[in-house]
């Protein structure tokens, strides 16, 4: 960092050479839903439903889709805050699905995420010092006075004044909040940082601030970001490749520039569709409107689970689940209308 206090959080198992960094198979997250005097399992929300994807070293992956289709829930169960239900998840080649305590702990300090909220995300009790350094002093990482620098750098580095290392979250703007969230997952030197919605929660201006930091701090540490998010715009900004999901399941993946101009999938034919541009620019622009609301999780929809939505729906989308396969190169979609001869409209 530019000549800031660098300390070794270490670095667990040797570099897998296929240069990914994260790799994920078939995650599932099903939350048992209890009922009666003895809290019998009555049924399961469905809420991550068989989700697969790779971040590379460096790389920003965004992962969009309207609310509650299981996107946060990705992200806390890829860092083991929720235990998986199924599937497998990789770093650098191992597999730290059901590592526990003591062996899960060096991926812990490689692995740190950002939160929603600025306001709820911090310890109210906790000088804004004390809680960057917090995981420093878990992990008894440095000596204090080598924590002390650290933690000194860290704000610098991300736009805030040293001196602000004894105020309370309540002194900071919910911009100024954000950094000091960002200041605390950089702290042990991750490699990977979840952003879970970091921007939704601020304004526009100090949005932009918040993501062009990240993506400064992502050229000079070589980090990589899933990077969780509802907003188009700044998805196209900031990340490299984007997954869309729809209830649990990722539906479409591919790098921002072919999603965005010539997406494979319905339902991001109507994401794209809803967001707002310039009326010059929106002349011949086809508006898809969805109908019906989306299905409950408890009990989604046989087959493909946007069946019951898609303008383009077949027979066979009411009984068969589309596997996500890559369609043209480098673009995946789960799509019927991609087999046997059927293209997707916007694919011709």
């Known amino acids: ?45 469905y809420a991550v439903d068989g989700v ?13 889709g309207e609310s509650g289709c299981g996107k946060s829930t990705v992200g806390r169960t890829l860092l083991r805050l929720l235990e998986p239900t199924g599937g497998s998840i990789r770093v650098d080649g191992a597999d730290i699905t059901h590592l526990a305590g003591g062996d899960l702990l060096p991926y812990r300090r490689r692995m ?18 004390e809680i960057v350094g917090e995981a420093l002093t878990i992990h008894q990482i440095g000596t204090p006075q080598e924590r002390g620098e650290r933690i000194a750098s860290l704000f610098a580095r991300v736009g805030l004044r040293p001196e602000a290392m004894k105020s309370y979250p309540h002194e900071f703007s919910g911009g100024q909040r954000q950094r000091i969230g960002i200041a605390r997952a950089l702290a042990l030197n991750p490699d990977l940082i979840v ?12 949005q932009a601030q ?42 479409e993946m591919t790098d921002k520039t072919s999603l965005f101009e010539m997406p494979l999938h319905p339902y991001t034919e109507a994401l794209l569709s809803a967001v707002p541009i310039p009326k010059a ?34 027979p066979r989308c009411r009984t068969e689940v589309p596997t996500l396969r890559e369609v043209k190169p480098g673009h995946f979609a789960s799509c019927h209308l991609h087999d046997a001869g059927v293209r997707f409209p916007l694919a011709s």
Request: charged share 20%.
């Open 1 to 45: 960092m530019n000549g800031s206090v660098q300390l070794k959080a270490g670095s667990p198992g040797p570099k897998n050479g296929s240069g990914n960094l994260l790799e994920v198979s078939d995650l599932k997250k099903h939350f048992p839903i209890h009922r009666g005097f003895f809290s019998r399992v009555s049924g399961h929300v």
């Open 52 to 64: 697969s994807f790779t971040i590379k070293r460096g790389e920003t992956l965004g992962l969009v």
């Open 112 to 129: 740190q995420m950002i939160y929603q909220d600025p306001y709820a995300s911090l310890n109210p009790r906790m000088s804004a010092g």
């Open 195 to 206: 952003g879970d919605e970091p921007v939704s929660a601020l304004d526009v201006s100090i």
């Open 210 to 251: 918040i993501i062009n930091l990240l993506m400064d701090l992502q050229d000079e540490l070589k980090l990589s970001y899933l990077f969780v998010a509802h907003d188009l715009a700044v998805v196209e900004h900031i990340s490299h490749r984007v997954a869309v999901m729809y209830l649990g399941r990722i539906v």
């Open 281 to 314: 620019s929106a002349r011949g622009r086809k508006r898809v409107i969805l109908t019906g609301d989306v299905p409950s999780p408890i009990n989604p929809p046989s087959g493909c689970h946007f069946h019951a939505r898609c303008p383009y729906a077949m």
